[in-house]
């Protein structure tokens, strides 16, 4: 019985060994290490493909929120409105710049924050919303866009998990005032390490972000503002900048898998939505199930190898219990039932059948 493994980078990334190696090598004799030409062409690169103007390489997803926050110049306690259901980084990053998490349930169905909730917890200190698309799902935007504007918010979407990903054929990250992106090695555009970049239609916006990202220097050791140091590396763009030619192809074949579980998997799990106005990009591809655990088991006893994304949800996190004290049963009843089915760019189609097959039978 062949394991089948729910990620393998290895193999994610074998086909681009030789270029990769290739591309260490002119790094080395380069000699230019931090915020090169490499950086600079990646973000020129990135911005085009996702058809936005400006990008700025930050050292990583986190850190591209905490600093896209920063820039906005909020009062402490100014409150952010979240979903509950996101991976920690997204709330951590609005506790870590002294701003106020307000947090909102998800569509039970898309797992995406809910425009009806976000209104409903509209409040005289609100002065942002942060939109995080899950699984590589663009959130619903124009109702969303709609609520921002109404009250002049400021809006940063979370796209760690989407790139590529497209709402009416616009892609995510450029819609609001930051797009921020993680290449963590599991993304769809993984990197080899960490790396994360911040996107923005507004020249001025990109502009303050690369004076933050480098201690706040308008110019060299000249301070401007209370800076950070988080620089995406010159060897992790270079790695980028060629993996990123393979960005479609990638989001493509992880489509084509997801319509192969949409195809053979029983009506028995709840399986995620499809909407022809949305072009979903399956970074993880979730289903719902009552009986989780037993069916983990299950897998695994047939060499099926599973993830839960996410065990825990953040509200429920040692570290929050003095900061959250609500309920929020629709978030806690996605964690308890929801599992990741192996989707990467390493598995083939046949994979995904029997894993189909197996799941069927339980």
Same mark, same amino acid.
């Given at each position: 019985m062949n394991l089948i493994e729910y990620e393998n980078l290895n193999k994610v990334n074998k086909f681009l060994e030789k270029k990769i190696l290739k591309r260490v090598s002119a790094f080395l004799k380069n000699g230019n290490y931090i915020l090169g030409e490499n950086v600079s062409n990646f973000e020129k690169i990135f911005s085009k493909f996702i058809k936005n103007r400006f990008s700025a390489g930050v050292g990583n997803g986190l850190d591209a929120l905490i600093i896209s926050l920063n820039s906005l110049n909020l009062k402490p306690n100014d409150e952010i409105i979240v979903s509950c259901h996101t991976y920690i980084a997204t709330i951590l990053a609005i506790i870590r710049v002294g701003l106020k998490p307000v947090l909102v349930e998800p569509d039970i169905f898309t797992y995406n924050i809910s425009p009806e909730e976000i209104k409903k917890n509209i409040s005289k200190k609100t002065r942002a919303i942060v939109v995080t698309h899950m699984y590589g799902k663009s959130c619903d935007m124009h109702p969303i866009l709609d609520i921002v504007n109404k009250y002049r918010l400021f809006l940063i979407e979370d796209?760690?998990?989407?790139?590529?990903?497209?709402?009416?054929?616009?892609?995510?990250?450029?819609f609001g005032d930051y797009g921020c992106f993680s290449?963590?090695?599991?993304?769809?555009?993984g990197g080899f390490g960490d790396g994360g970049? &911040?996107?923005? +239609?507004?020249r001025k916006n990109i502009e303050k972000v690369k004076k933050l990202? /480098?201690?706040?220097?308008?110019?060299?050791?000249?301070?401007?503002?209370?800076?950070?140091?988080s620089r995406l590396d010159e060897i992790q763009a270079t790695f980028l900048i060629e993996k990123i030619k393979y960005l479609k192809k990638i989001n493509e074949h992880k489509r084509r898998l997801a319509e192969i579980y949409f195809y053979y998997l029983s009506d028995n799990f709840?399986?995620?939505? &499809?909407?022809? +106005?949305?072009?979903?990009?399956?970074?993880?591809?979730?289903?719902?199930? /009552?009986e989780r655990d037993k069916l983990i088991a299950y897998l695994k006893k047939k060499g099926v190898e599973t993830a839960i994304h996410y065990p825990i949800p953040p509200h429920k996190q040692k570290p929050f219990n003095s900061i959250f004290k609500n309920s929020f049963p629709l978030t806690e009843q996605i964690h308890k039932t929801i599992l990741s089915l192996p989707v990467s760019f390493f598995h083939s189609e046949k994979d995904i059948i029997r894993i189909c097959k197996i799941i069927n039978k339980f």
């Open positions: 796209c760690a998990q989407s790139h590529g990903a497209q709402y009416f054929k616009k892609y995510t990250g450029t290449f963590y090695p599991t993304k769809n555009l970049l &911040i996107t923005s +239609n507004i990202r /480098n201690y706040g220097f308008k110019a060299k050791n000249i301070t401007e503002y209370l800076g950070f140091n709840i399986k995620p939505i &499809i909407d022809k +106005n949305f072009y979903d990009v399956y970074h993880i591809f979730p289903i719902r199930i /009552n």
